[in-house]
């Protein structure tokens, strides 16, 4: 169970990054593009829950693995 428990983590730290590259690619495109405002304030908020996403899954890979190793 402990090495499943740590198989799971480090496939969630490697799917948050690859999210986060896939963002930096521009492959979750945001809704408003940068010409239509003149601040990029519209473009970040429309971002969050794609990078948020990202976060998350890291965090739970870190999560996993850290627990894993106490026991």
């Not at 979750?28 to 239509?36: E, H, K, S, V």
């Amino acid at each position: 169970m402990k090495s499943i428990r740590l198989l799971a983590g480090w496939l969630c730290i490697v799917l948050g990054f690859a999210v986060m590259i896939l963002i930096s690619f521009g492959a979750f495109d945001p809704a408003a593009t940068p010409g239509t405002t003149t601040t990029l304030l519209p473009v970040l908020v429309s971002m969050l829950p794609s990078v948020s996403l990202g976060i998350a899954i890291f965090a739970l890979g870190v999560w996993l693995i850290s627990t894993g190793r106490r026991r």
